[in-house]
């Protein structure tokens, strides 16, 4: 399985989405300080995931959610309380 997750940052309450094959393991990395792009916003929560069978399918998603703002802006809405 391919994940897509969002990550809300305890320090500035800011999202991070990304996607790995192995969610614990990468909540971990982040969690650690083994990912350069979130290091400085440690400790983070996950918050929201989607499971794909296929990895293109879940860049895509993972793609689709960062560059376009009315995916992105629609997932927002409809899990709100998720979030």
Do not use: C, W
């Not at 990304?18 to 909540?27: A, C, P, V």
């Not at 969690?31 to 794909?52: C, D, M, Q, W």
């Amino acid at each position: 399985m391919y994940y897509v997750y969002f990550l809300r940052s305890e320090v500035d309450n800011n999202l991070y989405i990304g996607s790995t094959n192995n969610l614990r393991r990468r909540l971990s990395e982040h969690n650690k300080g083994a990912v350069p792009s979130t290091k400085s916003r440690i400790p983070f929560t996950l918050r929201y995931y989607e499971a794909y069978y296929s990895e293109s399918d879940a860049r895509h998603r993972e793609s689709s959610l960062k560059k376009d703002g009315k995916a992105l802006g629609q997932l927002k809405k409809r899990i709100y309380e998720s979030l």
